[in-house]
């Protein structure tokens, strides 16, 4: 079980600052809600914890190994999974291929050990059809990636994720395009998966879905962390509720699981 | 039929050989890689079994694997040095490296500058050409049927998933040009030792354009189109230019037009094999079930 340490990261596009100083830590066993306003850097973060893009200071860290300067396929290995705020399948691939592709780094065994190649293959398509079922996937398998409604497309997108056995779980806005049953399903999902001692970073504009899901939530606006803490703390702070909003508001958004976006 | 084997038995072999070339294409294309060395690394290829046949006096088979495995180091340094690059830049770096080769073999003596090399023993025979066809196939349904073969075909859709999941696109696309060395390396070598005598005519960006179109037509998802367009193509020219009539390029430009907008994503296009497939199993309904008991196998 590993944890996930940002340590003092920042980020510039020239000249525009996109992180600040960030400081952070996602713990095995927990979710963590990202949240702030859009263009607050969300996902810059995400993609600078994976290797997408490089930090300009500061140390991204996965249990003891700092991960920041590392290729993305090295960070990968590390145990680090992600989604995409954009959908990103292989639209031509089955399903059943979409996920199973996620199990890369579970193939091991030498080529000319067939015996172990053909086991090991076995393996990983019986953990492939697991997540299926556990994702309520299992129907559409064999069905083209691209022919599936938008909601199962983010579900498949979820399941090659988990697939990978992370240790670290990044999801950039992981229920957009789901119906509100569906969002809540998935978050009770990924509270049982974290609790397998995953570290999950939830990036969610659904405040409702936050709210009930995350153990603690963190605020990011302009770049910066303005507040991290437990749901009630946060929503209760007036710097976020401003942030959220722009301004100090009657309808801010409150800790009571009830408030929905 | 017997008959019309031992006729055109020279075309048959340049046929297979020529399939050997087209599947050099197929390599580095379906790994994302617009490597258009592959005639250079043929060219590699003739020369190394040439002169070590005829003036070292090794037999061919020395000769042949020498040569395809000098032409599967010669991309691997390629690739070292043009990975850098992407799309048209990779592409037109990989022509500038296969024309400076072919600029070489037309200066120095060792290659017999324009005049070439003659007096090559001409032992490729069909039963040489077909095992080593067939091994080739054998080893490209090995690696689509595996995780390479999934990890090959992420990083040609979208290199970002190819990452994000681990798989190290780099050290694939690596592989896809040693292999593209080795496979136009060994076609080069064959060639030779076929026609008995080579030039850096015979090298041409026709050839190469050729080879292009078969990989294209062919389809970068599945080893078996370009194959099929290979052979296929290749009687059909063939049947073409001996049918003696004047239209024989126009025949064949529509033929190849039909094919792309018949198969926009080539002969090996999933789409077409899965009406073969449903043409196949036409009497048994295909079911949910029996999908995943298939998947699962």
């Keep these: 079980m590993k944890s996930l340490r940002i340590q003092q990261v920042s980020k510039h596009f020239q000249g525009v600052v996109a992180l600040s100083e960030v400081e952070l830590e996602v713990r095995p066993g927990e979710v963590l809600g990202l949240i702030g306003p859009n263009g607050a850097g969300k996902t810059t973060l995400v993609n600078v914890i994976t290797g997408h893009l490089k930090p300009d200071t500061g140390t991204v860290s996965v249990g003891d190994q700092r991960i920041s300067g590392l290729r993305m396929e090295t960070i990968a290995r590390h145990g680090v999974a992600r989604t995409f705020q954009h959908l990103r399948l292989v639209d031509e691939m089955t399903v059943f291929d979409n996920v199973l592709s996620g199990r890369h780094l579970n193939y091991r065994a030498r080529p000319w050990r067939i015996g172990s190649l053909r086991g090991e293959d076995r393996s990983n398509r019986e953990v492939t059809l697991d997540l299926l079922s556990r994702l309520d996937l299992a129907g559409a398998a064999a069905e083209r990636a691209s022919s599936l409604p938008y909601g199962m497309r983010r579900r498949v997108e979820i399941a090659r994720t988990l697939a990978m056995e992370p240790s670290v779980l990044l999801l950039d806005e992981p229920t957009a395009g789901m119906t509100a049953a569906d969002a809540q399903e998935l978050g009770e999902m990924l509270q049982r998966t974290s609790r397998e001692g995953i570290a999950v970073l939830l990036i969610e504009h659904n405040v409702k879905l936050v709210t009930s899901v995350c153990d603690r939530l963190a605020v990011l606006d302009w770049g910066k962390l303005i507040k991290t803490g437990t749901p009630e703390d946060v929503w209760s702070d007036p710097a976020v509720r401003a942030a959220y909003l722009g301004a100090e508001d009657e309808e801010a958004p409150s800790p009571s699981p009830e408030v929905s976006q | ?297």
């Design chain 2, 1 to 297: 039929m017997l008959e019309w084997f031992s006729t055109n038995q020279f075309f048959i072999d340049i046929t297979l050989i020529n399939c050997l070339l087209v599947l050099s294409v197929f390599a580095v294309f379906q790994a994302g890689v617009f490597s258009l060395a592959s005639v250079g690394f043929m060219s590699v290829g003739a020369y190394t079994t040439a002169i070590l046949t005829t003036k070292e006096g090794l037999p061919m088979g020395v000769g042949i694997i020498v040569a395809a495995v000098g032409t599967a180091l010669a991309g691997l340094i390629v690739g070292l040095i043009v990975l850098r690059l992407e799309g048209i830049y990779l592409a037109l770096a990989t022509l500038a490296l296969a024309q400076a080769v072919l600029v070489l073999i037309e200066t120095i003596s060792l290659t017999g500058a324009d005049q070439g090399i003659i007096g090559i023993p001409t032992v490729t025979t069909t039963w040489i050409v077909i095992p080593i066809l067939m091994v080739v196939a054998a080893a490209f349904q090995v690696v689509h049927r595996s995780h390479h073969g999934r990890a090959i075909h992420l990083l040609r859709a979208d290199p970002v998933i190819a990452r994000s999941l681990g798989v190290r696109v780099r050290g694939y696309k690596l592989a896809a040009l040693a292999v593209s060395g080795l496979l136009a390396g060994l076609a080069g070598a064959l060639n030779a030792h076929e026609v008995g005598a080579i030039s850096p005519d015979q090298y041409t960006f026709s050839l190469l354009v050729i080879a292009l179109t078969y990989a294209v037509v062919g389809g970068v998802a599945y080893w078996l189109g370009p194959l099929v367009a290979a052979i296929g193509l290749g009687l059909l020219n063939e049947f073409l230019h001996g049918s003696g009539t004047t239209i024989e390029t126009a025949v064949y430009g529509f033929v190849l037009i039909a094919l792309m907008f018949g198969a926009p994503q080539g002969l090996g296009d999933p789409r077409l094999r899965g009406l073969v497939t449903a043409a196949v199993r036409w009497r048994r309904p295909r079911r949910n079930t029996a999908e995943l008991e298939e998947i699962r196998q």
